[in-house]
C-alpha cells in the first residue's frame, strides 16, 4: 500500500482567508491527482499534474506537485464558501491504479 | 454529469447474506471501478475491468467479486456479507485508465451490514 497523507484533515476558515492543503508520501507517483467530493456525490476532478515542480491554477485555486513527485500542495486564495468539501489527492502508481489520501474536509464559513 | 448509474443508492443487510450492487454507464468507457470509502481510509479500490470480460483486483479485493459482460455494466458481489464491508461503495469509469485521464464517479452505494 502506497500511503498518501494529507494534512489537516480539518479545516475550518472565514470567507476570504487563505488555506494550503498538504498531500505527503514516501513513495514516488507518476502523476497526482486532485479531487473535490461534497456529501452525498462522489468525487470530481479538480486538476492534474505530472511533472515533478509543475504549478497548476485554476482561479482561485493553485496546485503544486513536488520536485520529486513525492508530494503536492492545494493552496486557495480568498476562500468562498462554495470551496467547502472534503479535498482528496490521489497518486498514479503502476499501469492502472490510484492511491487516494485520507481527504482534507473544508469548511468556509460565510 | 457523466452517464454513471450505481443502484441500489442505499441497502441494509444482514450478515452472512449475498449482496451485488450494480454500476451502469452510458459513455462507453473503457474502464471501470469499484472503490470503498471509509473514515480515514480515503478511497480504497476494490477491483476493477479494462474490458468486457477482464477484471483485475485492487487493494482491497479479498470478500468480494466482480463481473463485467457487457461494456455498460460492472457489479460488485460480497458473497457472504460481513460488517467489516459496512461502507459507502464508488463506481468510477475512466477511457484511458486513471493514470492518465479523468476518472468519473458515480454517486455511490451506502451499505450497511447488520
Known amino acids: 500500500t502506497q500511503l498518501l497523507e494529507q494534512s489537516p484533515q480539518f479545516l475550518s476558515i472565514q470567507e476570504g482567508e487563505n488555506l494550503t492543503v498538504y498531500c505527503n508520501s514516501s513513495?514516488?507517483?507518476?502523476?497526482l491527482q486532485w479531487y473535490r467530493q461534497e456529501p452525498g456525490e462522489g468525487p470530481v476532478l479538480l486538476v492534474t499534474?505530472?511533472?515533478?515542480?509543475e504549478v497548476k491554477k485554476l482561479k482561485r485555486l493553485t496546485f503544486q506537485f513536488g520536485d520529486a513527485r513525492k508530494d503536492s500542495s492545494l493552496h486557495i486564495t480568498a476562500a468562498q464558501p462554495g470551496d467547502t468539501g472534503l479535498y482528496l489527492c490521489a497518486g498514479a502508481a503502476g499501469a492502472n491504479n490510484l492511491f487516494f489520501g485520507t481527504g482534507t474536509r473544508l469548511t468556509v464559513i460565510p | 454529469d457523466a452517464g454513471i448509474t450505481q443502484s441500489p443508492r442505499h441497502k441494509v443487510t444482514e450478515t452472512g447474506t449475498p449482496v451485488t450492487l450494480r454500476c451502469h454507464q452510458t459513455e462507453n468507457h473503457r474502464y471501470m471501478y469499484w472503490y470503498r470509502q471509509d473514515p480515514g481510509h480515503g478511497l480504497r479500490l476494490i477491483h476493477y475491468?479494462?474490458?468486457?470480460?477482464?477484471?483485475d483486483k485492487g487493494e482491497v479485493s479479498d470478500g468480494y467479486s466482480v463481473s463485467r459482460s457487457k461494456t455498460e455494466d460492472f457489479l460488485l458481489t460480497l458473497e457472504s456479507a460481513t460488517s467489516s464491508q459496512t461502507s459507502v461503495y464508488f463506481c468510477?469509469?475512466?477511457?484511458?485508465?486513471?493514470?492518465?485521464?479523468?476518472?468519473?464517479f458515480g454517486q455511490g452505494t451506502r451499505l450497511t451490514v447488520v
Open positions: 499534474v505530472v511533472t515533478g515542480g
Open positions: 513513495s514516488v507517483f507518476s502523476s
Open positions: 475491468s479494462y474490458g468486457v470480460k477482464d477484471t
Open positions: 468510477a469509469i475512466s477511457e484511458l485508465g486513471q493514470k492518465n485521464t479523468e476518472a468519473f
